[in-house]
């Protein structure tokens, strides 16, 4: 079992920006493609950005590219995702999601 904790959600003015941080403890982690997904009320989750354990491989939802940046920490069991630019339409709880194990999630809201 791993324990993936996020933290950084909060209330902010659309336009506004965000940093979403995660921790998922142990050594086998650090191999993990590691991820960030969303899900508003009513809606599915959805994917928002992965990074690969190199860096090398980095997706996007198109929704979110040119305004939200993956990162791997330098301990690799670490991931954040600046927010930038943010819309009312990105307000959802935002989960961690670390080989098949997913974090409690964080709540972002974003006011018009």
């Known amino acids: 079992q791993v324990q993936v904790v996020e933290s950084g959600g909060g209330l902010v003015q659309s336009g506004g920006s965000l940093r979403l941080s995660c921790a998922a403890p142990g050594e086998t982690v650090k191999s993990y493609v590691m991820g960030w997904y969303r899900q508003a009320p009513g809606m599915e989750r959805e994917l928002v950005a992965t990074i690969s354990n190199d860096e090398d491989t980095i997706t996007y939802a198109d929704s979110v590219k040119g305004r939200f940046t993956i990162s791997r920490g330098n301990v690799k069991n670490t991931i954040f995702l600046q927010m930038n630019s943010l819309k009312p339409e990105d307000t959802a709880v935002y989960y961690c999601?670390?080989?098949?194990?997913w974090g409690q999630g964080t709540q972002v809201t974003v006011s018009s």
């Open positions: 999601h670390v080989g098949a194990y």
